[in-house]
Structures are given as structure tokens and as C-alpha cells.
């Protein structure tokens, strides 16, 4: 499952992270991270059963942690089928089919929301947390 | 030598013999039976675009309201139209933002709410006139309820678009939507094969007067676009069509995030094959459409071009740049231009529109002028600092806050044994610094990613970059690094002063 750990500036410089993976012994595959002076952001797969184990050992650390179960949605009566998100998206959830059609493949999906900000029609939204 | 007219076309639709294709059709058929043989067959090649038209708007006549009132100032939804004709005329524009909710909302919302039967709210204020005494009104209004809501759009069909990359290190949004770090990405527009104008680069049918599909209706082409420059292959058309008969399938608002509001146009331009040299034309494919990638990383009217490129390889996916395959992404969707053209050659199929030859052709070969700017372009050579004092990276904390109390500059740039910039500190940072007890070298609490000018830019350009990364001074260096002045923000603060 996708998971989104928020990090405060104050604990920015500490390795919660490689800490609690250490401590729990659990694996997380880092998708995403932006850091900046006020504030941390990851985003990592987990697996489903460890959620619990691994989302207890960093809230324990000062982190946030939250699921990412909804993906990408994708409103079909404003989408124009340009195209737009394609190159945006790190990965390849659109594309577009022999007849130009857009495709969608939403398990593929990390809600970074880059498509989001893309599409000129507001056709893509994320649920849950980001944007 | 093949050679057709227009009415004998005409009398084809009428009579229903007429053979139209679309455009990608006639790639195909010329390729097959070669230009001569497929002039004979084909009477009508139709054409199909659909993408982000900027200049686009709709003039808007609301009828008299009872006391009347020539409205000096006009809002639509809050969308501010411009007003300064007649009584109860006003034109609104796609990109015109909203007054209070800004860049979601704009001109192109209020054009797809109309045509989607919604009512908006008019606001409109003046100083009253002995003949027009009225000074507020207020009301609401559905499309049904004016009387000619006419789409005039200044510059739409670009004969083809520039692509668009950006090669600095953030990501930025323009009108051709996010661009990604370092070459991540690349957009572009236009519908290549499909194109209108790329299908009549010489203009031999198509010009003021030429009956075409806009928005789902009919409409017209009054002449040429703004900004028409034939001579490069970057033809533009002036369009005009009637609202009340348009279909938001075909006229859709678009927001580009940190640009503002756009209008999605759907145009579709008819080609009476007359004779083969229009078979020929008609016959252009993607690979035929070649356009330029440019660098929308730097803000200047002239971005460098990084490369050529057909529309093929856009299209493909994929293009090349200096060995990497970067990902494209059209902003224009080539399936809606499919369904243009081919709902024009239905329309034509069944005897419902007729093609036209124009009145006047579009001119050829002609380019459009950068604007004559009269006032000096301010560089930042022109108003840096040019006395600086820069302090060592292995110098003490406490020096650099002697330095700041003996020179009055409140941001220090840190330089390497050989005067390169490495950091910056300011007061604020040294004041951080002694308050939790840290008295190391400046080296340890200096910022190293350090916001640069270089003294042959533009104080704009230089100004936006202050403020998205919310600094007050950035050294100026030159191409070794080293530091040759300091700009800040009032330095520019008192260049605007000046002139105003």
C-alpha cells in the first residue's frame, strides 16, 4: 500500500525514517520525497500487513503518516483527451490508445499530483491528503 | 490538368455526389491514385483543430435595461468585460480572470457556462448621462436572453505551434502547461496532419469570407489572425460564429495552473480540392509539419530553439534531445480534431453546408514585428551595487557580524580562497546563529544554494525571481563566479519609482 509520511521542520534533520525500518525491520520503497527548510514529504509503498507496525514506529518519532488508497480520479465529462498528463506523470499512467483515446491505469499510481496542476481541464483530482 | 469550381462542388452537395475526406483520408488516397487522379475524385478535404486558443472572446449585446444605462464597467460572473462601445455592448475575453476567485475562474468559463444554458450574473456601473441616467444594474441572464452573443476570435489556428522544454533546474508553468526540470518533459500543440492552415499553406482557398465549422455551428473566417505571420508557416485566422449555436462539446474552458484561463476552440476549415496542387497540399502528413523545440526556461521574447521537429515524432511519444528520449505530451487533442473533421464532412455529406471561395485571400509572406519598446529595457548592470563586500567562508561568526555593523550591508556573499561565490549570510542568519551559541565559521551557517543575477539580465526577469524565492538581494557574479554586485529589492523598488 502507498503511504505518505509528513515530517515536521523541527525533526526535519533526523533519520526517523532509516530508524524505524531499522527498529521494525519492515521494508518501505521510497517513490517520492521533497524536503524543504519547513517541511518533509514521502511517499513509500509498505506492505499491506506491516502498515500498522511501521505507521506505529514513526507517528512514535513525530512523523504523520497516512494511507494513500484512492488514486488518480479521472472525470471523464471534463477530460478532452489531449493528453497533457502523459509526459508529467513519473509513472506512465496515461497513455493514449491506437484511436487516441486516454487510458488510464490507475494502479499504477502514486498521487504525486504532478497531473493534477498539468491537466488544463481539471479533470484529474486527487481524493485523499495531496492537493 | 484537373479543374474544378466551386459551384460545380456546390452542385454536388446539393445533389448528394459529392465525395468529401478528411485530411488524414487523404493522405491515403493521394498516396494510392497520386495528386491528379485524386483531385478528380475527391471534391472536399476536411480539416480539424482542436485545442488552447488564448485569443478568443464573444461580444455580447444584453438589450436596454428600463432606466438605461451606458455601462461604463462591465462584470460577467465577476469576469470583468471591456465595454468601451455602445450602451449595451461589451466583448469578454478567455483570459480574463476573475475578481475574486482569480485564476480557476475566467472570460472562458463564462463562455462555456452561456453555451451550456447557464444563467450569469451582470454587473454593470456607470457615471449616467442625461440619455442614459442609470449608474448600477444588476440582473441575470441566460444566452436566450440577449440578443446577438457573437464568438470573434482575433487569433485562433495557428498553422502550427512551437514545441515547448525547459532547461533550468524547478519546474514551470506557462501556457504550454507544466515544464519539468532539466529537460523532463515536452509540449506542444496543433493537429499536425489534421492542421487547416498546414493543409492551404499557400492560402488558395482559404481567406476572409470562407464558411467554416466553429464550436459546433457555422461560422466564418473574417481575415487574418492577429500576429499572422505567413512567412515563417505560423499563419493565424480571425474567426467569427454565432455563440447561441454552439455546442460545449467543441468550446470547452481550460485553467493552466500559474498561467490563468484559456477557451478550448473546435474549428474545422473545409478545402474545395479544385484543382491537383490543392490534392497535393491536402496531402501533408505529420512527417510534413515541422515546427522548432523551444527553451521556455529562459523568460525572454526570443527563446533558443533547441532543435527542429516534425509532428510525427512529437506525436510519437518521445522526442530526442542531445541523446535522451523525453517524453511529449500534446495540449491539443488530436481525437477532438478527429471528430471535427469528420463531423464537417457529414455536415457536407448531407447537403448542410456548403463551401465557399473567399472574398479575399490571407497574405502571404509576411512576418509579424517584436514591439518598438521607447522606454530603455533597465538591466541590472544599470542599478546593482557595485561596491560589495564579500566575506571568507573560513571566516569566524563574529566576523561576519563586525563586517555587517561596520559596512551596513545587510547580506554578506561567502567566497572560496579563489573569490567564487559558495554562500550567502545575512543578518538574520548570524542572529540565529548567536542565539543558539553557535560561533563556528561563517562556512557553518551561511545558505549555499544561493539565488544569482547576472549583470546583462533584465531587472523584470531578476525582479520575478526575488519574489518566488521570497529574497531581498541576490549577488550579481559573473562567468567565474565571482561577485560584482549585489541587487536587492529596493534597488528595483526605487527603478519603478523613478518612472512613475
Redesign the interface.
Known amino acids: 500500500m502507498k503511504i505518505k509520511i509528513n515530517i515536521s521542520s523541527d525533526i526535519l534533520i533526523k533519520p526517523i525514517i532509516a530508524e524505524s525500518i531499522l527498529e521494525t525491520g519492515v521494508l518501505l520503497n521510497i517513490s517520492q520525497a521533497h524536503f524543504d527548510r519547513s517541511r518533509g514529504e514521502v511517499v513509500a509503498d509498505v506492505a499491506d500487513d506491516k502498515f500498522d507496525l511501521m505507521c506505529k514506529s514513526l507517528t512514535n518519532k513525530g512523523a504523520r503518516v497516512s494511507k494513500l488508497d484512492t488514486p488518480i480520479k479521472w472525470d471523464e465529462n471534463e477530460c478532452?483527451?489531449?493528453?497533457?498528463?502523459?509526459?508529467?506523470c513519473p509513472t506512465k499512467v496515461f497513455s493514449?490508445d491506437a484511436?487516441?483515446?486516454l487510458l488510464v491505469d490507475e494502479a499504477k499510481c502514486i498521487q504525486c499530483g504532478?497531473c493534477v496542476?498539468?491537466c488544463?481541464?481539471?479533470a484529474l483530482s486527487l481524493g485523499n491528503n495531496n492537493k | 490538368m484537373v479543374k474544378k469550381t466551386i459551384h460545380e462542388i456546390n452542385g454536388r452537395i446539393r445533389d448528394g455526389s459529392v465525395n468529401v475526406v478528411t485530411a488524414e483520408e487523404m493522405v491515403h488516397i493521394v498516396g494510392e491514385l497520386g495528386a491528379e487522379d485524386a483531385a478528380k475524385e475527391v471534391d472536399v478535404v476536411t480539416t480539424g483543430t482542436?485545442?488552447?486558443m488564448c485569443s478568443s472572446g464573444v461580444w455580447l449585446n444584453f438589450g436596454h435595461s428600463e432606466p438605461p444605462i451606458k455601462m461604463q464597467k462591465v462584470f460577467l460572473n465577476d469576469v470583468e468585460a471591456y465595454t468601451g462601445v455602445a450602451a449595451v455592448d461589451a466583448f469578454i475575453g478567455a483570459t480574463q480572470l476573475s475578481e475574486s476567485l482569480g485564476m480557476d475562474y475566467g472570460g472562458a468559463h463564462v463562455i462555456e457556462d452561456l453555451i451550456r444554458g447557464k444563467s450569469i450574473h451582470l454587473h454593470a456601473v456607470s457615471h449616467g448621462t442625461d440619455c442614459y441616467p442609470r449608474k448600477v444594474l444588476d440582473t441575470n441572464l441566460t444566452l436566450e436572453d440577449m440578443n446577438q452573443v457573437i464568438m470573434m476570435n482575433p487569433r485562433n489556428a495557428y498553422q502550427k505551434y512551437n514545441a515547448a522544454t525547459n532547461s533550468t533546474k524547478s519546474t514551470i508553468?506557462t501556457y504550454m502547461?507544466?515544464l519539468?526540470p532539466s529537460f523532463?518533459?515536452?509540449?506542444y500543440s496543433g493537429a499536425g496532419v489534421l492542421s487547416p492552415l498546414s493543409n492551404d499553406p499557400d492560402y488558395m482557398t482559404i481567406g476572409t469570407g470562407t464558411r467554416i465549422f466553429l464550436g459546433g455551428a457555422q461560422g466564418y473566417i473574417t481575415g487574418q489572425g492577429t500576429q499572422h505571420s505567413s512567412g515563417g508557416g505560423f499563419g493565424t485566422l480571425m474567426v467569427q460564429g454565432d455563440l447561441k449555436k454552439m455546442n460545449p462539446d467543441y468550446i470547452?474552458a481550460?485553467?493552466?495552473?500559474g498561467y490563468g484561463t484559456?477557451l478550448?476552440v473546435g474549428m474545422g476549415v473545409p478545402i474545395p480540392i479544385l484543382n491537383e496542387q490543392m490534392a497535393q497540399a491536402t496531402a501533408v502528413t505529420d512527417a510534413g509539419v515541422t515546427t522548432k523545440i523551444l527553451d521556455y526556461g529562459i523568460p525572454s521574447r526570443d527563446r533558443p530553439s533547441l532543435r527542429d521537429v516534425t509532428y510525427e515524432e512529437l506525436r510519437s511519444?518521445y522526442v530526442d534531445i542531445d541523446g535522451r528520449d523525453?517524453?511529449?505530451?500534446?495540449?491539443?487533442?488530436?481525437?477532438?480534431s478527429?471528430i471535427i473533421a469528420s463531423e464537417l464532412k457529414e455536415w457536407i455529406f448531407r447537403g448542410e453546408f456548403f463551401v465557399s471561395l473567399p472574398a479575399e485571400r490571407l497574405p502571404k509572406d509576411i512576418s509579424a514585428k517584436p514591439m518598438k519598446q521607447t522606454e530603455g529595457i533597465a538591466l541590472v548592470s544599470d542599478i546593482m551595487a557595485v561596491s560589495v563586500v564579500t566575506i571568507a567562508k573560513n571566516a569566524s561568526v563574529y566576523d561576519a557580524a563586525k563586517t555587517i555593523m561596520d559596512t551596513a550591508f545587510n547580506h554578506l556573499p561567502v567566497v572560496n580562497d579563489d573569490n567564487t561565490l559558495v554562500g550567502i549570510v545575512t543578518a538574520w542568519d548570524i542572529s540565529k546563529a548567536v542565539s543558539q551559541n553557535k560561533f563556528d565559521l561563517v562556512e557553518g551557517i551561511m545558505t549555499r544554494k544561493v539565488i544569482t543575477a547576472t549583470a546583462d539580465e533584465r531587472v523584470a526577469v531578476v525582479a520575478r525571481r526575488l519574489d518566488q524565492n521570497s529574497v531581498s538581494a541576490m549577488p550579481v557574479i559573473n562567468k567565474e563566479r565571482h561577485v560584482i554586485g549585489m541587487i536587492t529589492s529596493d534597488d528595483i523598488s526605487k527603478l519603478f519609482a523613478r518612472r512613475s
Open positions: 478532452v483527451e489531449c493528453g497533457a498528463c502523459i509526459s508529467v493514449l484511436d487516441f483515446s504532478t496542476d498539468m488544463p481541464h481539471k | 482542436f485545442g488552447a508553468h502547461g507544466s519539468l523532463g518533459n515536452v509540449t470547452r481550460a485553467n493552466f495552473t484559456s478550448y511519444g523525453v517524453p511529449t505530451s500534446s495540449l491539443s487533442s488530436f481525437k477532438k478527429r
